[in-house]
C-alpha cells in the first residue's frame, strides 16, 4: 500500500495511468489545439459545467477561430455568442484579451506567465492552465478539482479552505512531476479525477486510483472543517437572477428596449440596482432616450 505523506510521488503512475483510461474525449483536449482555443475553454469553463460550455466553444471557435476575429467583434455580437454561460463580464474581457494578445503580441497568445497575466481576466489559475495544456509547461494548475483531491488525499480533509492558500499552492508545487510533459498530464488527470470520482458532494471512492493511498480515507473521512466559512450559492431571488433575466431580454431584442419593455417582476428596487449595474460594469448601453441595448 502506498503512503501519500511519505511518498507523494507514488501517486503519479496511479493518476496518470487512470487518467489514459478514463479522460472525457473534449475537443480543446484534441492534439493540435491552439493555445487561443485553450484560453478560451478555460475562461468558459470557469464556473460553468462542461456540457454546458462544449456547445458554445464550438460555435465560439468557429466563429472566432484566432484572437484577432474575436477583437474585431463588438461587444454585442460577443455577449449574444455568450449567450448563458454565467458571467457576461468574463465575454467582454475576453475580447478585451484577444485585442491586446493581436496588438502586443502579433495575434499569439503569450506563453510566459506575466505576459500572460498581463491579459485583461486572466488571472493565475488560467495562465497556469493555457502554459500547461497548450505549451506543455511545468506550472501548477489550481482549480477547485485538483485542490479537492490534494486536500483529501494528501492532507485527509473533506474539502481544502474557501479561499486558496500559500500552503496549497507550496504543497502541489512539492508534489509536481520534475519533467513538463508529465506535470501537464498530472494537473489535467487531477482536474478529471475530481470532476468524475472525487467530487465534493458524492466521491466515488471504489472507482478512485488513490482510494488504497488516500489520507482522508484512512482516518475515517471526517467532515467539512471549513463548513462555517462557506457560502451558500443562492440563485433565486438574487441580483444575479435579476441581472440574467434583463440581459436575456436584451441579448434577444432586435432594437433598444425602454424601461417598460424589460422585465419586471415583484421587487422594482432589484430591478433598478440590476439594470444600473449592468450599464456600470459596461455590459448594457443607455441610449437616448432613455432605450437599453447591448454595447455596440
Do not use: K
Not at 130 to 159: H, K, P, Q, S, W
Not at 263 to 289: H, I, K, Y
Request: glycine letters at 6%; a positive charge; charged letters at 25%.
Amino acid at each position: 500500500m502506498t503512503t501519500t505523506a511519505a511518498e507523494p510521488r507514488q501517486l503519479w503512475p496511479l493518476v496518470l495511468a487512470w487518467y489514459d483510461e478514463h479522460r472525457r474525449d473534449l475537443p480543446w483536449r484534441e492534439r493540435g489545439t491552439s493555445a487561443w482555443a485553450v484560453l478560451v475553454s478555460e475562461v468558459m469553463l470557469q464556473q460553468t459545467p462542461v456540457v454546458r460550455v462544449e456547445p458554445v466553444w464550438r460555435a465560439w471557435m468557429s466563429r472566432w477561430p484566432e484572437p484577432a476575429a474575436l477583437a474585431a467583434a463588438s461587444p454585442a455580437q460577443v455577449l449574444r455568442a455568450w449567450d448563458r454561460l454565467g458571467y457576461p463580464r468574463r465575454a467582454v474581457r475576453l475580447r478585451e484579451a484577444a485585442a491586446a494578445i493581436r496588438d502586443r503580441h502579433g495575434g499569439v497568445v503569450p506563453r510566459e506567465r506575466e505576459d500572460l497575466l498581463a491579459l485583461p481576466g486572466i488571472g493565475g489559475y488560467t495562465a497556469a492552465a493555457v502554459r500547461a495544456f497548450a505549451y506543455g509547461e511545468r506550472d501548477v494548475v489550481l482549480d477547485t478539482n485538483v485542490r479537492r483531491v490534494l486536500a483529501r488525499a494528501l492532507d485527509g480533509i473533506a474539502l481544502p479552505a474557501p479561499s486558496l492558500t500559500r500552503g496549497e499552492e507550496h504543497r502541489a508545487a512539492d508534489v509536481l512531476p520534475p519533467d513538463a510533459a508529465t506535470s501537464a498530464r498530472w494537473n489535467i488527470g487531477l482536474m478529471e479525477l475530481g470532476a468524475l470520482v472525487c467530487t465534493a458532494r458524492a466521491p466515488r471512492c471504489d472507482a478512485c486510483p488513490l482510494a488504497a493511498a488516500c489520507r482522508w480515507r484512512t482516518v475515517g473521512q471526517p467532515g467539512d472543517a471549513h463548513a462555517h466559512r462557506r457560502r451558500t450559492q443562492a440563485w433565486a431571488g438574487t441580483d444575479r437572477q435579476a441581472r440574467g433575466r434583463l440581459m436575456a431580454a436584451l441579448r434577444d431584442a432586435v432594437e433598444p428596449l425602454d424601461e417598460t419593455e424589460l422585465p419586471r417582476w415583484g421587487d422594482e428596487a432589484q430591478r433598478a440596482r440590476a439594470l444600473a449595474g449592468l450599464v456600470a460594469d459596461g455590459l448594457v448601453e443607455l441610449t437616448p432616450p432613455a432605450r437599453y441595448r447591448l454595447p455596440e
